[in-house]
Structure formats: C-alpha cells, structure tokens
C-alpha cells in the first residue's frame, strides 16, 4: 500500500507581547479549529507548534488546511495580545533564515 506524503507548510507567527506558552496555543488552536471546520478538519489539519521564541511561534500544518489554520491563528486571544502571520514557508529553514535576519536587525 502506497502511502502518499502530505506536503506541509510552516507559518511564522508574530506577537506583539509575550507569547504564550506551547500548551496553550496548541489548544487553543485546536479548539478554534475545531469550531470553524469540525473535528475532521482538525484531524486533516495535522497540526504541530514546532517552537515558541521571544516573540514568534512557528507551527506546522498541511498545505490542505492552511486557509483554515490562518483563520484559527487569527481568532486567536490571549489578553489583547495581538498576532499577525509573518510569512509562510514550504521549508523550516527558510523561517530559521528569516528569524535570524529579525535577530539581527534588532541587535543593529
């Protein structure tokens, strides 16, 4: 049985202060998820926080849901912090590439 990848893409996520911990985005993705597609859109989503930073998340999900998880990461709330998407990337090293370049700038 041939078993097809799914492409992923990965999304660079701004906030304005703080962020949360990886706990809660993760659920609070799932939840926003789950009320704009349902349960399967959440499974079919498949998504991952692969990190948290100063001010940045990086998550993961396929390229099928990406309008979807983009409309979750929007609805998003955490004490009126506010989250804009930077960038969406096919490769994890590209988003790396362009965190360093921010590092950089704000240490300039």
Avoid: C, W
């Amino acid at each position: 049985m041939v078993v097809k990848n799914e492409r992923k893409r990965y999304i660079l996520v701004e906030f304005y202060r703080s962020p949360p911990s990886k706990r809660e985005l993760i659920n609070q993705l799932r939840n926003n998820i789950e009320s704009l597609g349902g349960q399967l859109a959440l499974a079919k989503a498949s998504i991952h926080v692969i990190d948290v930073l100063d001010h940045f998340a990086i998550i993961r999900a396929t390229t099928e849901s990406r309008d979807l998880v983009e409309s979750a990461i929007q609805l998003l709330d955490f004490d009126d912090n506010l989250v804009t998407i930077r960038v969406v990337s096919g490769t994890i090293a590209k988003i790396n590439t362009l965190l360093n370049q921010e590092y950089r700038d704000e240490i300039d």
